[in-house]
């Protein structure tokens, strides 16, 4: 039952620098320790071992940068979203800064629940000599934009996991186009992919089948750069809104 003297405040920050390599149960204890310092007056949970109510969003992978994170942090009593920024601000490092604070109703779905679709910027330095040394910068946007309208062609997109291979529905699962940009010798593609408890396309496994219809040898992953630029709930007519 919902308590209605409860506050349920929605923080965005950023997973940046060193913090990239922060593992998703870091992430949390870090928050958990920021709320803590920051002195507002937070929630916790029933039981013999009482917990912080914070929930986070949609994990990151290890080393990936986080444009715009979110965490929910339930109050016991109300601040101010600027006050409770300022105090977080106090204390915060550059690894996850904090970049804003909103109210959103208790009753809501969770973070995990709600979040629907994520964005991921995948930048890959030196692509023209890693992935090809004879063709141009424009040959192989080209070529790559060729392998993404014969993606984009396909019902279902079949990608390799762990040596099996996993058929997804292409229009549901990719529901923006990607973007090919080339940037000097870097590479940039962007993807928007859905986020569903039933299973979610991992930006690599498209980054690859991307690059298997462009009849182009995948870059390796260590040299792909992954940055989630923005995570998205169900606008409830069909399209996409960002949660704060």
């Keep these: 039952m919902t308590n209605p003297t409860l506050f349920r405040l929605r923080i965005a920050y950023a997973k940046q620098g060193r913090g990239r390599f922060l593992s ?134 079949e990608v390799e996991l762990k040596d099996k291979t996993k058929v997804f529905d292409s229009a549901m699962h990719v529901p923006k186009d990607i973007d090919v940009v080339t940037k000097g010798s870097a590479l940039q593609i962007g993807l928007t992919l859905r986020i569903s408890p039933q299973g979610s396309l991992r930006p690599d496994a498209l980054l690859a089948a991307l690059f298997r219809a462009a009849d182009l040898p995948a870059p390796d992953i260590g040299s792909v750069k992954l940055q989630r630029t923005a995570l998205y709930l169900d606008d409830g007519e069909g399209g996409l809104r960002l949660p704060l």
Excluded: W
């Excluded at 920021?34 to 080393?63: C, D, E, I, K």
């Design 24 to 157: 998703h149960l870091e992430v949390q204890r870090y928050l958990t320790r920021l709320v803590r310092r920051s002195g507002l007056p937070y929630a916790v949970s029933q039981g013999f071992n009482p917990q912080m109510r914070l929930a986070t969003g949609p994990a990151l992978s290890v080393a990936a940068a986080g444009k715009r994170e979110y965490c929910d942090l339930t109050l016991m009593t109300y601040v101010k979203p600027m006050d409770a920024l300022r105090c977080l601000n106090e204390v915060q490092t550059d690894y996850l800064p904090v970049l804003d604070a909103a109210y959103v109703g208790t009753k809501e779905p969770s973070l995990n629940a709600a979040i629907c679709a994520q964005a991921i910027c995948a930048t890959i330095e030196d692509a023209f000599a890693d992935i090809s040394a004879d063709v141009q910068p424009e040959e192989l946007a080209q070529q790559l934009q060729a392998g993404l309208a014969a993606l984009q062609a396909r019902d279902t997109l």
